[in-house]
Each structure stands twice: as structure tokens, then as C-alpha cells.
């Protein structure tokens, strides 16, 4: 038993197994004494029968220490879990054998254990680093025993790449033999990789089994034995697992650390190919030591409890929603290939000068190119199911290559420029597109950052830039492809290219990241065209009808819609850079009816409409509706909007990348409802139903779908437009859908007894006082409606249960730095509040500027206000949030 006090565990759980071998390389009669942590003779003890055994294998150079917080959480479940952790042979504090093992020799090592152990009943293996290919042989060895296979951050095949820098250093003669065995040099440059960094007695306790040279010939083996070619002789073991595993049909679990700097996301996407029934979620932030570095119990126990072992023949949410008709996206152009008249319209085309010619596409020509891009993709080596980055502007260009890929059947990941360069290169490894197609600028960051994807260029470029941007081809170059290939054919265009399955993936759209890292929403093709519909019944949008797109989201349905659409001349990755002048030139370019706009998008707007000459205003005046989606929108933009386009209905639809739109309001819903807690956003769209999981009084939701008025809580959604599912991200997939047949939201809110929606923040900004819980919207509108006050935000700072309400606002003129607020001002911002919403506010600082999201220009980042604030009022340096 090994004595020494590791932090966290249980000294009860350490044993020593005498095994005899069966491995080759060892002498007849030869056994090993390994080491394992096993809490199965504590069940034992306590007269419990585990529901199935979990059989975790570590990788180089840990030990199964790595496993403690799956022992620790094993036992205290319901149905308790029996958890072996090994100690590989030559590894830990297992027998030092004195002979070199390979991958086979260890898969056979495992089944010699588990043989002595009588190992029966339903197993699920766990495996890290290499002991990730070793429990997946040991899995195919026993099938008749395997419920299940977990996995974190290990690679099963080099996959047609070369082994990653840090493996190559280890292997290189000069530095093996020093660096993995004569000092612990390797040991430690792996313990580093934990984020955040391992605590003093963790690491400690790490290297423990590892002091001295002759106890790391092991750790030494185990990196010479990497199989990094198939003349090695552990390639065809390799081989017999990697390909193997692809017949498994038990569930899978794959958890990811995206920072590892050994297992990249590249070995990731290779095991999703190979267990595609895998559940995947990646760890933000989260490294090589992803056990170390992430709580991997509560989601493992979550998924075998639910799903691995489980099986309760439950209906899932999505098959919970409602069933509607499905038409697919492409429907329009399929019925507009004679038709000459203007489908596309783009202000501000790719490569124009300071004086942009706007370009035009018919009906009949945008088919016949959404055609051809299909046909040279398809020619170039795309597949249905195949993911495609693309970056490039809402413009013609986009909106024929979005068609393409959904007549194609591939995914369209986008993600937009908005998210900036950190932002959207996480977007871009966390969806792993196949292809990536860009403008120049976006294929320079494609080269820098190591962005997935065979990269392809919009237009055509020079042999030496494309050869030194790592460009395969251009999407001209792709379309003549499609066209000649087309030309040859007697079939009708739509003939080529069978229909994708209404309930395959069309399209991973990233959200705004205004609260946390940008997540990939994944929709069908079926619930693309939902939205669709939702829209056009909602709105009463016809064929025919003509739409400004001043907001990214809509410019990609017009087609879908069969409305002519023309995108302005701005920066659509900053909606405030839309001009009045912009967006009645695209106007009148098109006769156009409707219009869609950020409200950061119409502030600027109504900012340049001094601007506007007589034909820009009369072009306004033909506009019959007007949405604005993205954030609340003020009801005095509102009114000053209402008189540049006076024939206009204004709208303000409420919804989420997740859920586009949920409720809808006009400018007189929002005059009727007057001042409330919150904002008030209207009524359920066509085909949706909203609800409200209570707040509890500890901050939590009760996970039930309620109608109470006036009871305030999380917003839940269903319809037929709701998302498929999160990409990657399985533990918050389950969260949103733990409601059945319901999204949640992540935003708070209540409905008041004419059934209107009233949005009062986001969960994470919630205020949990002594009082009870509060919502921070009522708040910031009453202490907004001080004299010298411009926008607000109300946060908590402390504990919760007990936490404090701070103000912190910008005010008229603007503050010239951060600081506590004048004393008269402050006075008059806590009566406010407090008379309005019965909330104390312990202290008012006022900013320069709220720091808002990038994408919409207007979504205060309340979580990095409240952390500011709380530094700054426990006498940090004040400086700008």
C-alpha cells in the first residue's frame, strides 16, 4: 500500500496486485506486481454492489493518481461506480519489469490484470495520452464485457501528419536518453502544461513514483515506443486499434483540452471520424492535463448516467419540439431559373475602389453560379456532411457560396470578423472545418494561426502569394471547374445534387461571445428553413419584396425568402459604421420595402441623417418595415427612427443565434407597455412558445417550464427554429436542454398577464442579496433616468447570498477617467433605484465608456464590470474596466 498523503486520496483505495504475464517478451511463469487505486473493496466493505467498473489508464509519464477525482466521486453516487486506476507496468508504483514493452505488450499487460482481477459485469474504459490507444485495445479485446469508452486529449493515429514538435524533441537522440530518463526534465515540462498551474503538493505528488533515474526508464520506453511511422514496430498495433475501434457501436464520451500542445485539435477531429456516435465536448482554455486542469467527474458520471448505460427510451428535446412542414432553403432558386429579375444586390463588392460600383445578380444567374460553385466543389473533393469556414463579408459572394454548400449538403461554419482575431480562430479550431474560404486578410491569419482547412481564395491570386498563404485554388477558379463539368452534362441542373437530408447539419453559427467564449450553434437543414419560415409568416414577407440587410444574420435568407436583398456599403463586422446615406442608397437601389438594422446600426444612422439629400429621403419614405434585432432598443431611437421612414411598421424581434426570433414588438407595443421590470419584448412569434423555469432563492432555476405572471426566472423556448445542439460542447448542450423539449435561454425574464415577455438581463448577472434575488434591468433604467446619466449598469460585487448592487454608468458630458461618482449625483442615482425598485445601491463609479461586445456594439459585458468593480472598490487601482 502506498502510505504517503496525496492529496486526494484515499489511502484505502492503493493496492498491489501480484499478475502472472502472458506477454511474449517475458519469461514463462514471470508475474508483476502492479499497482492500482481501487475503491472496489471499500464497496465491498460497505456491502455495495457497483452498477459497472470504471477501467481508467493513464498516459506519459502520469500514474493513476490522474484518475482520483473519478474514485472520489465514484462512491458517493446513487448507483455507486467501482473505479480501477492502474499503474502501467514500469510506470507509477508498479513493478519495474526491466524490459522494454510495446503498445502490444501493454494491451496484453491490461488483460492479464483485468483477467486476475475477474474483472465482469458492464465496463467503460478511460484513457489519457497513450493509455487512451491502450484502454481502446483492451476495449476491442472485450467487447463482450464494454458499455462504453471515455476519452481525454489522446491520439489513436498520426492521421497523415507528422508527430508534433514537442514529441520529435523527446525522440531526437540528443535529448532522449537526458530528457526522459537521466532527469525529469520530461516529467516536469508536462506537469507545466497544466492551466492553471498544478498546486506545489500536487506536482509533488506526481513525481513521486519518478525519483531517480532507474525509476523513469519507463517514462523513457513509453516515448521511444510512439509509433510515428509504419516502420516502427508498434505501427501495427497501432493499425489494429486505430481501424478497429471504427466497428465499436458503444457510446463514447470524448472530453478535449484545446491548448494541448501535443494532442492539437487535428488528432480530436480524427476521432470523431473514427467514433462519430462520440458525445465531444472541448474545455476552453483547458490543456494537455485536461483531468488536472477541468472537473471531468461530474460531466463522465452525467453521460453514463444518461447515456452510456442507461437508456431509458425517453424522447430527446429536439424530438420533443414541434413537427412542421419542411420546404427546403434552396426552394426559391429552384423555382427563379428563367427568372431575370434582381435577386442579389451588393453596394460595397469585394476588391472595389473608394468608390464601389454596386454589382447586381439576377434570379437566373445567382442559380446557376450557386450550381456551378456546387459542381466545382464537389470536383474539388467536398462531401455532404463536410464542414467549410467562410470568411468572407455578407455580399454576392458569401450569399452564392452559402447556397452552394446547402445545395451541396456541406456545413457552412461561419463566424464572423466580429469576434476578433482570438475570438475567431477558437471558433475556427472548435468547429475543424475540412475547407476554409476567405478573403486575403483572413487567409494571412488562416497561415499565422494554423487555422484548419484546405484554404481556398475568393479570387484568383499569383503563384508565389498563394503557394505562400498555403492557397489550393480560388472560388473563380472552382467555378469554372463547375461550369465546364456542368456544360457537359444533359442533366437538369438540379438533377446533380441529391437533396440533403432534412435532419443532416447544414450550417455551425457562432454566437456574438458577449458572454463567455463564442459558442458553434449547429442547425439543420430542417430548422434553417423553420427560421425561414418563422420570418415570413411572422412579418408577412413575400416574394418579391425588397430587403435592406444592415444585419449580418438576415443577409443570408433573402434568397431563402425570395426577397430581392442588397447588403449597404459599411463594415458589416461593426454595425455602427452604417450611415443614413448607406443605407438609403442601398435603399433605392433595390425599391426596397423592408429593412434590418443593428441598434447600434440605426444610432449612427440617425447620427448622419443630417446628411441625407432629398432623393436619399424619398427613397426612406417607401420602407413599409423596419426590424432591429441584436440588443433592446430604446423607445426614443425608436421615435426619432419612425420619423426618417414614416410609412414604416417598427419592430424589435427578441431572440438568440440559438433561437431567431423569439417574440416580436412594434414601436406602439413598446409605448402600451409602458415601464416595467425590465424590457418588454413582445409576444411568442409564429410557431413559439416562451416560459419561465422560477429562480429558487439561492440564484438557481427550478428545471420546469412555467406560466405564472409576474414570476420572474429563466426564459425558455421552443419551436421548430431552435437550434440542433451546440457544437463540441456537450455538458452545455445538456445544460440548455435539461428542460425537455424546452431551450434555456441563459437570459431572465417574466410574462405579465397579457402573456408580453419581459427580458430583465442574463443569469450570470444576477444579484443573489439577503433579500432574495434580484435582476439588474429595473435598475439601470431608473438610474439611467437621472439628469446627467447615460447608460448604466447595475452589478454585484461579494458573495453570493450577500452581494452588494454597484452602479457604474457613463453621464452627460462624459467622465475623462474612472472614479467614484459626484456626491449629489450618486445621492441622486440610490434614491432613484431605490424608489423604483427597492434595490440599495452600495456605491455609483461612473467610466468613460461601457465596455460592450464586439459584434453588436451594444451589449454591456456586465460580468467584466462587476469583476472590475470589485477591485476597484476593494481599493485596487482604478483604471478603465
Request: with cysteine; proline share 7%.
Amino acid at each position: 500500500m502506498v502510505t504517503e498523503p496525496w492529496p486526494g486520496v484515499n489511502a484505502a483505495w492503493s493496492r498491489f496486485v501480484r499478475v502472472p504475464s502472458t506477454a511474449a517478451i517475458d519469461a514463462p511463469g514471470t508475474s508483476h506486481t502492479w499497482h492500482l487505486l481501487d475503491n472496489g473493496p471499500e464497496l465491498e466493505a460497505l456491502g455495495i454492489t457497483p452498477a459497472g467498473t470504471l477501467l481508467c489508464v493513464h498516459g506519459n509519464p502520469t500514474w493513476s493518481y490522474l484518475w482520483r477525482s473519478l474514485l472520489g466521486a465514484a462512491s458517493k453516487l446513487e448507483h455507486p461506480w467501482r473505479v480501477i486506476a492502474v499503474d502501467q507496468l514500469d510506470m507509477g508504483f508498479s513493478h519495474r519489469t526491466g524490459v522494454f514493452r510495446r503498445l502490444e505488450h501493454r494491451i496484453s499487460d491490461l488483460d492479464d490484470l483485468t483477467t486476475a482481477l475477474g474483472l465482469d459485469g458492464k465496463v467503460i474504459t478511460v484513457g489519457h495520452d497513450w493509455g487512451g490507444i491502450i484502454s481502446l485495445g483492451w476495449a476491442l479485446d472485450h467487447q463482450d464485457l464494454l458499455a462504453g469508452v471515455v476519452l481525454t486529449n489522446t491520439a489513436v493515429h498520426p492521421a497523415g501528419f507528422e508527430l508534433p514538435p514537442a514529441l520529435k524533441l523527446a525522440l531526437h537522440p540528443a535529448v532522449h536518453p537526458w530528457g526522459t530518463k537521466t532527469s525529469p526534465a520530461f516529467l516536469k515540462v508536462t506537469h507545466s502544461l497544466a492551466s492553471p498551474a498544478l498546486a506545489p503538493a500536487v506536482e509533488a505528488a506526481f513525481m513521486a513514483p519518478y525519483r531517480g533515474a532507474k525509476r523513469r526508464a519507463g517514462v523513457a520506453n513509453f516515448v521511444a515506443d510512439i509509433p510515428a511511422d509504419p516502420t516502427h514496430p508498434s505501427w501495427p498495433a497501432l493499425e489494429r486499434v486505430s481501424t478497429g475501434i471504427t466497428r465499436l457501436s458503444v457510446p463514447a464520451l470524448v472530453l478535449w483540452g484545446p491548448k494541448d500542445p501535443v494532442f492539437s485539435d487535428r488528432y480530436l477531429r480524427d476521432l470523431i471520424g473514427r467514433l462519430p456516435q462520440a458525445q465531444v465536448h472541448r474545455f476552453e482554455g483547458a490543456s494537455h492535463l485536461l483531468p488536472e486542469d477541468r472537473d471531468i467527474a461530474t460531466p463522465v458520471f452525467d453521460w453514463i448516467a444518461g447515456t452510456a448505460c442507461n437508456q431509458d427510451g425517453s424522447k430527446t428535446s429536439a424530438e420533443l419540439r414541434p413537427a412542421v412542414q419542411y420546404l427546403p432553403m434552396t426552394a426559391e432558386l429552384d423555382a427563379r431559373y428563367q427568372d431575370t429579375t434582381a435577386a442579389v444586390v451588393d453596394m460595397a463588392p469585394l476588391g472595389s475602389g473608394p468608390n464601389p460600383v454596386p454589382v447586381s445578380l439576377s434570379w437566373a444567374t445567382l442559380a446557376t453560379r450557386v450550381d456551378e460553385l456546387a459542381a466545382g466543389l464537389r470536383t474539388l473533393g467536398v462531401e455532404p456532411g463536410d464542414r467549410i469556414s467562410l470568411l468572407v463579408p455578407p455580399g454576392i459572394e458569401l450569399t452564392t457560396l452559402i447556397y452552394a454548400c446547402l445545395r451541396l449538403g456541406a456545413v457552412i461554419v461561419v463566424a464572423d470578423a466580429g469576434l476578433g482575431a482570438k475570438g475567431l480562430g477558437r471558433a475556427i479550431k472548435g468547429a475543424g472545418p475540412r475547407f476554409l474560404i476567405g478573403i486575403d486578410r483572413a487567409l494571412i491569419a488562416a497561415k499565422a494561426f494554423g487555422w484548419p482547412g484546405v484554404r481556398i481564395g475568393v479570387a484568383d491570386m499569383g503563384r508565389v502569394k498563394a503557394q505562400g498563404l498555403g492557397v489550393e485554388t480560388s472560388l473563380a477558379a472552382i467555378r469554372r471547374l463547375g461550369a465546364a463539368e456542368l456544360a457537359t452534362s444533359s442533366l437538369a441542373s438540379r438533377a446533380h445534387f441529391p437533396a440533403p437530408g432534412a435532419d443532416t447539419d447544414a450550417a455551425i453559427l457562432f454566437t456574438s461571445g458577449s458572454t463567455g467564449p463564442a459558442k458553434g450553434v449547429v442547425y439543420t437543414h430542417r430548422q434553417l428553413a423553420a427560421m425561414r419560415d418563422t420570418l415570413k409568416d411572422t412579418y408577412g414577407l413575400r416574394a418579391g419584396s425588397g430587403l435592406v440587410a444592415g444585419f449580418a444574420p438576415f443577409a443570408l435568407l433573402g434568397p431563402a425568402l425570395g426577397a430581392t436583398s442588397v447588403t449597404p456599403d459599411m463594415d458589416v463586422t461593426s454595425p455602427k459604421t452604417l450611415t443614413a446615406a448607406a443605407l438609403a442608397d442601398a435603399a433605392a437601389a433595390i425599391g426596397a420595402t423592408v429593412i434590418f438594422a443593428s441598434p447600434a446600426a440605426l444610432a449612427n444612422v440617425l447620427a448622419t441623417e443630417p446628411d441625407l439629400t432629398a432623393e436619399q429621403r424619398n427613397a426612406l419614405s417607401g420602407i413599409e418595415l423596419l426590424l432591429s434585432a441584436g440588443a433592446p432598443v430604446p423607445e426614443p431611437l425608436l421615435s426619432r427612427v419612425q420619423e426618417l421612414v414614416p410609412a414604416a411598421s417598427l419592430h424589435t424581434p427578441y431572440g438568440m443565434t440559438e433561437a431567431l426570433p423569439v417574440t416580436d414588438i412594434s414601436l406602439e407595443g413598446i409605448r402600451d407597455a409602458g415601464t416595467g421590470n425590465g424590457v418588454c419584448v413582445g409576444v411568442p412569434v409564429s410557431g413559439t412558445r416562451v416560459a419561465i423555469a422560477p429562480f429558487t432563492a439561492d440564484g438557481s432555476v427550478e428545471p420546469v417550464a412555467g406560466h405564472a405572471i409576474d414570476v420572474s426566472g429563466e426564459i425558455l423556448v421552443s419551436a421548430a427554429h431552435v437550434k440542433d445542439r451546440y457544437d463540441r460542447l456537450w455538458i452545455t448542450e445538456k445544460h440548455s436542454s435539461s428542460v425537455p423539449g424546452w431551450h434555456r435561454t441563459g437570459d431572465v425574464g417574466h410574462l405579465d398577464a397579457t402573456g408580453r415577455l419581459w427580458v430583465e438581463g442574463r443569469l450570470g448577472h444576477i444579484l443573489v442579496q439577503d433579500t432574495g434575488v434580484r435582476t439588474p434591468v429595473a435598475a439601470e433604467h431608473a438610474a439611467q433616468s437621472v439628469t446627467g446619466a447615460g447608460r448604466a449598469a447595475v452589478v454585484g460585487v461579494g458573495p453570493c447570498g450577500t452581494q452588494a448592487a454597484v452602479v457604474v454608468m457613463e453621464t452627460h458630458p462624459g467622465a475623462t477617467r474612472p472614479a467614484l461618482a459626484p456626491h449629489d449625483l450618486a445621492a441622486e442615482v440610490r434614491a432613484s433605484v431605490s424608489q423604483n425598485t427597492g434595490i440599495q445601491i452600495a456605491a455609483v463609479l461612473v467610466v468613460p465608456e461601457l465596455p460592450t461586445d464586439i459584434r453588436h456594439n451594444s451589449k454591456i459585458d456586465r460580468a467584466a464590470l462587476a469583476e472590475w468593480a470589485a477591485k476597484t472598490l476593494a481599493g485596487g487601482r482604478i483604471h478603465r474596466p
